[in-house]
């Protein structure tokens, strides 16, 4: 049954209780003054995330389902997940490392996306630590697991700091592979479900982008921002040039590209990008070490299916940004290398932090 916008019933934890390939799944609230989070570890996912409006409205800014069972159905949008082991594309399903060569499955035809058919976001994760402000999950993808190499120990550590909620990787592998994780949460910071993501007011810190090919590939070519509707160097509505005739908007059925933020990964978090909800001056911010970030429109997002609330996930009510290296970097040796060693330790980290405009 629909409800008003607004109002917040509160999530059923027994919604998200039960057994997957005999793990248990659970819903964990991490909360202080500022901000309260609830993750699922079905898929690492962040369910919902409530900070107060510029009015102090409580207001639910992650777009997520009700129960386990919702999300087990409409799991094509990966909402709140944690995706790997290669978030974003890989051109055709294949890539080789050290002379041999991989094939994955291309669960986005022609391509392989955000880690296969199951990847990280349709498995139970372990819960290694719980507490009020800290929530530590451990996957162990197996070798040859969706067709890449090397057994995979990850841990993604969801922690809340004041307004912000840090999300750090850990992955060690036991042959070379490849490792590409972000969190893959819908944002709309006007409430999830309360209208299109298109008067948000959006800033990133890229003055260039890596251009597609129609599937989502990038060429290569690192292209400047300048002069086109990517360009978000100064604040800049969402929707302000979405609609423009540009090719890139055509393939990505709108925004769905990868901004260069840095040639590399950097050892400090970094400010990315600002969005800011015209309705409720909520104020995300993003600091990353990854050198890439992919501002995705909620483009495929079509009214299919009840989010929270009783609201519905309708064409662009939701963006993403999600901090990551640059898609296809496999076959792109002139991209940062998303290359790991044995012996090497893959970390990255990522903030939402939520101020007021
Ligand atoms: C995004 C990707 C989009 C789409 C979406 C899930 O990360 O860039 O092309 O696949 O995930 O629907």
Known sequence: MAQAQGSLTPLERNAFQTELDY???DLFVLRNEQVEVAITNYG????????NDREGKKTDVITGFSSIQEYLEADEDYQGAIVGRYANRIAKGRFSLDGTAYVLA????????H???????NVVWE???STDTKLSLFYLAADGEEGYPGALNVTVTYTLQDQSLLISFEATTDKATVVNLTNHSYFNLNGQGSGPILGHTLQVAADRYTPTDSTSIPTGELAPVAGTP?????????GAAIETAHEQLTFGGGYDHNFVLADSCRPDLTLAAVATGDRTGIRLEVLTTEPGIQLYSGNFLK???TIKYGLKDEHRYAFCLETQHFPDSPNQPAFPSTVLQPGDTYRTSTVFRFTLA
């Open 23 to 25: 793990r248990k799944t």
């Open 44 to 51: 690492a996912r962040i369910v919902s995330l409530l900070v």
């Open 106 to 113: 291309t669960n986005n035809a022609p391509n392989h996306l």
């Open 115 to 121: 880690g296969g058919l199951k990847g990280f976001s």
């Open 127 to 129: 819960v290694l630590e």
């Open 230 to 238: 990517f360009d978000f160097r100064e604040p800049k509505k969402i």
């Open 303 to 305: 009214g299919k299916h």
